[in-house]
């Protein structure tokens, strides 16, 4: 069964660095496709970034490029999300998933819990 486990959330302040971890508790991370989305406080949930084992492909949504990057380690199933310059509008609850595919990030079989994430001064 797959149980995906985030950690790194936190308190930071505008233009700081966050690095969340995902990784596939208690087994291998099998699935080739991994998703960071958020929620902030009275929004829907958005996809921020994908990752597909596979084939290499990287999503980013707008808000984030340039600031944020994914990256697999296979030899420590996780995936990773580094957030540089982060922004106070970046605040939210971030989930890692198993979406359907980086070209459809409309849905996913399984998340994982969440880790906050608070950018202020």
């Known amino acids: 069964q797959v149980q995906l486990v985030e950690y790194g959330g936190g308190l930071v302040q505008p233009g700081g660095s966050l690095r969340l971890s995902c990784t596939n508790s208690g087994f291998d991370f099998n699935y080739y496709v991994i998703g960071w989305f958020r929620q902030a406080p009275g929004k829907e949930r958005e996809a921020v970034s994908c990752?597909?084992?596979?084939?290499?492909?990287?999503y980013y949504a707008d808000s984030v490029k340039g600031r944020f990057a994914i990256s697999w380690d296979n030899t420590r199933n996780t995936v990773y999300l580094q957030m540089n310059s982060l922004k106070p509008e970046d605040t939210a609850v971030y989930y890692c998933?198993?979406?359907?595919?980086?070209?459809?990030?409309?849905?996913?079989?399984?998340w994982g819990q969440g880790t906050q994430v608070i950018v202020s001064s």
């Open positions: 990752i597909d084992n596979g084939d290499g492909s990287l």
């Open positions: 998933a198993t979406p359907w595919a980086c070209t459809d990030l409309s849905g996913a079989d399984n």
